[in-house]
Nanobody, 121 residues
């Protein structure tokens, strides 16, 4: 069984920083892209940042210059460093990964359980 476990959420004041982590565990042959999504109150889930296995990244316009996504392939872990946080960044943040569990299997999408980030003004 494969799991994505997130950590690092919490309550922070506007202008503050948080670092989210997402670790994949279980039967893993390879991990393709990893990403962070978020869903604010009454909003649709949206992509925040994404990183490929080769390290290419893309970001939502709303977080460019403030958030940085990175990954440690040896640890099957992705990180999201969030700086200059704003109240509008308040959301549940979800980790996503495309995982090939066995060499003969297709890549499947997996999601973490979500971690709450709350930014107070």
């Amino acid at each position: 069984q494969l799991q994505l476990v997130e950590s690092g959420g919490g309550l922070v004041q506007s202008g503050g920083s948080l670092r989210l982590s997402c670790t994949a565990s279980g039967s893993i042959f390879s991990i393709n892209a990893m990403g962070w999504y978020r869903q604010g109150p009454g909003k649709q889930r949206e992509l925040v940042a994404r990183i490929t296995s080769g390290g290419s990244t893309n970001y939502a316009d709303s977080v460019k210059g403030r958030f940085t996504i990175s990954r440690d392939n040896a640890k099957n872990t992705a990180y999201l460093q969030m700086n200059s946080l704003k109240p509008e960044d308040t959301a549940v943040y979800y980790c996503n990964a495309g995982v090939r569990r066995m060499i003969w299997e297709d890549i499947e999408d997996y999601w973490g359980q979500g971690t709450q980030v709350t930014v107070s003004s």
